[in-house]
């Protein structure tokens, strides 16, 4: 299972979140957002890349030419779309050498069929609670709801995770998932991410896979 901690901006917390060796790390790029990265350093993205992990650049509703600027800039090569942007966007995006990743918000089934129009020009999917804002809500959805997901698209499973939700993530199956996304649950402030807690977390689950996979 993958792991992507989103919400990033500090350059210390960064650095001592990347000690934890996560698989992606987001970073937003929506102004309206508490964690908006505003004129963050260039060479955190840097610094995080030359340790293996894919940062990846968020944007809602951004124009073609912000998310460029933003690739040029800081050297992204994975984007997340959590807006209204439609199929041909995601499709022109990839076609420009990224890796797109959609986000959906989901709050019963019909929610899960807006994918099948993303099948063709998207990378992954993302799926997280539906609220009236853009971004994170710190609520879960029904993950259960996800067995309505048919597609061919792996997927990372976001919504309100926390620290007591070990067992749910390890008994959860779809054979599309991907990887969880984690950020609020886990944060001391907007964009300030506890690093015991997130290390706490991720021993956890993996003494719970290990005792899981002894058996």
């Known amino acids: 299972m993958k792991l992507k901690i ?7 917390n960064v650095s001592e979140v990347a000690a934890l060796k996560p698989d992606y790390m987001g970073f937003i790029f929506y102004p309206e957002s508490s964690r908006f990265v505003g ?7 840097s610094s995080v890349k030359k340790q293996g992990i894919e ?7 951004a124009s073609m030419e912000t998310i460029i600027q933003t690739r ?35 709050a019963d089934s019909l929610d899960l069929k807006k994918t099948t129009a993303y099948e063709n020009c998207c990378d992954y999917f993302l799926f997280d609670t539906k609220t009236a804002l853009f971004g994170g809500s710190g609520r ?17 499973l976001s ?10 993530v390890r008994t959860f199956y779809h054979p599309m998932l991907l ?5 609020s649950c886990f944060e001391t402030r907007p964009a300030v991410k506890d690093v015991g807690l997130l290390k706490y977390f991720m021993n956890q689950l993996m003494i719970k896979n290990e005792n899981q996979y002894a058996k």
């Open 72 to 106: 040029t800039w800081y050297g992204f090569t994975h984007i997340q779309l959590h807006g209204d942007e439609t199929p041909q966007t995601c499709e022109v995006l990839r076609a420009k050498g990224f890796k797109v990743i959609k986000a959906f918000k989901v």
């Open 159 to 168: 919504g309100g995770i926390g620290v007591d939700d070990v067992e749910k």
């Open 6 to 12: 989103c919400g990033m901006r500090e350059c210390i």
């Open 140 to 156: 879960h959805f029904d993950w259960d709801l996800l067995k309505g997901y048919s597609g061919t698209k792996p997927f990372f």
């Open 39 to 45: 004129d963050m350093a260039y060479d955190i993205i």
């Open 179 to 183: 990887g969880i996304d984690l950020n």
């Open 55 to 61: 940062p990846v650049a968020v944007f809602v509703n």
